[in-house]
């Protein structure tokens, strides 16, 4: 599944996946379904590489919890799929095995980092996959290729066995089809993991319900501002329409933090990638280092060969932001402004049940179409406040712009997941 996805030889896949649903995989929620895995969560003698020739040829020795998970229940776990490498990236380009094609128009990105999941779960090659969410991962392809993904409240799914990136942040997270379909994932990878010390004995045994009357949903004004295709935000604000006629309430609200979120996301992000992937030194990870050379020319070589453009990029921009002198005007003032994002969200549930609005501010865009880091840090705008605070967030389609899906993103309190799948649920019952 890693690499540039292909639809030529169909025949073969669907032939595959009638083999895992006709074989026996024991009893339980997911016996026989094929389940696609993020090439960042290990796989216990798979291969895992995070999309990153760093780790080529790395074999896990153990599994991620929520991979235990997924055998207790009989899932059939079929392959790992491409992802932006160490989950940096909006588009799945930035990978050493090459981009991943949006099966709703090939010559499109499908949204990163977890675009293999996404399309993989579009193009029909598997019921459901899992993801991971730092900054809208999950969210951003699933609303570029037309089907649903959560993001779980932080905490609530253990992050034991996900090759880190920035661990305030990111989440292990459910994509599928259908609402139900990433409801009964999250059920079973839901939980306490006593291995994750941020883990919390929050298990998610719910069946959605379309029932939504007298729902307060709040509609920040900053979701459908300046940078947010009118196209796009015409769509969403359709598809909160159906909502009301489902007999919600929406309630106008404003998040000023909104102006801050993005620069202390990628500080944040920065400075924890920065620390994290100082461990892969060619020593125990990636490609043995020259050690007739000097250790610091060593270093620099495998770690030049070993990582791409992007991941080189925000591990220099951490470096610098956690040096002497410079941690207060930085990595200090970018929590600051993530509590301040915390505290807006924690306002506006006072008032209201859920907050919606669009997922993605533009529909997927043409391959290498945002070649310069700006513009394509602008696209995740939309997400990355839910990941500062930490609270659940959803997207489910919600309709077309040129052609392509729209996602409609739904954030609730934090460990109010359920909610945010019922009020998807209710849409997508309503429209189907």
């Not at 649903?21 to 379904?33: C, E, F, R």
């Not at 990582?307 to 929590?335: N, P």
């Not at 043409?366 to 839910?386: F, G, H, R, W």
Request: glycine letters at 10%; proline letters at 6%.
């Amino acid at each position: 599944m890693a690499g540039t996805i292909t639809f030529e030889p169909i025949d073969r896949y669907n032939a595959f996946l009638a083999t895992c649903n006709n074989a026996s995989h024991g009893s339980g929620k997911l016996a026989g379904v094929p389940v696609a895995i993020k090439d960042n969560i290990s796989t216990k003698d798979i291969e895992t590489t995070c999309a990153s020739k760093i780790l080529k040829g790395y074999i896990p020795p153990y599994d991620a919890h929520v991979i235990n998970l997924l055998k207790a229940e009989g899932a059939a776990i079929v392959g790992k799929t491409n992802m932006d490498e160490f989950g940096m990236g909006t588009t799945t380009e930035n990978s050493a095995f090459g981009p991943t094609l949006n099966p709703c128009d090939t010559s499109r990105v499908p949204g990163g980092s977890s675009g293999g999941s996404a399309a993989a779960v579009a193009a029909g090659m598997v019921r459901m996959a899992l993801g991971s969410d730092t900054g809208g991962s999950i969210r951003c392809p699933a609303s570029f290729c037309g089907i649903v993904g959560l993001k779980p409240s932080y905490g609530r799914v253990s992050r034991y066995g996900l090759i880190a990136y920035s661990n305030s942040l990111e989440q292990i997270g459910p994509l599928g089809k259908t609402v139900n379909d990433v409801s009964t994932l999250m059920s079973v990878i839901a939980g306490y993991d006593r291995h994750d010390t941020t883990s919390q004995d929050k298990p998610y045994n719910h069946t959605p319900a379309a029932e939504i009357k007298g729902l307060k949903i709040g509609i920040p004004q900053e979701y459908f501002g300046n940078g947010v295709d009118p196209d796009v935000a015409g769509v969403v604000k359709k598809a909160i329409g159906r909502l009301e006629e489902l007999g919600a309430v929406t309630v106008p609200c404003s998040i000023p933090s909104m102006e801050y979120a993005l620069a202390a996301y990628y500080v944040t992000t920065s400075c924890e990638a920065s620390s994290n992937l100082a461990r892969f030194d060619g020593v125990r990870y990636g490609p043995a280092p020259d050690t007739k050379k000097p250790w610091h020319d060593a270093y620099t070589e495998v770690r030049s060969a070993g990582f791409g453009t992007e991941v080189r990029r925000r591990i220099l921009l951490g470096t610098f932001a956690l040096s002497s002198g410079y941690y207060g005007k930085y990595y200090a003032k970018a929590q600051v402004a993530r509590a301040n994002v915390r505290a807006d969200f924690n306002r506006i549930f006072k008032d209201v049940d859920v907050i919606a609005g669009p997922t993605m501010p533009t529909v997927a865009f043409k391959l290498q179409e945002k070649s310069d880091p700006l513009s394509m840090y602008l696209a995740d705008i939309l997400t990355v406040p839910a990941n500062l605070a930490g609270i659940p967030a959803i997207s489910v389609p919600c309709g077309k712009s040129e052609g392509m899906p729209v996602g409609l993103q739904i954030m609730g309190r934090m460990f109010e997941d359920e909610r945010v799948v019922d009020v998807a649920y209710a849409y997508e019952q309503a429209v189907n």
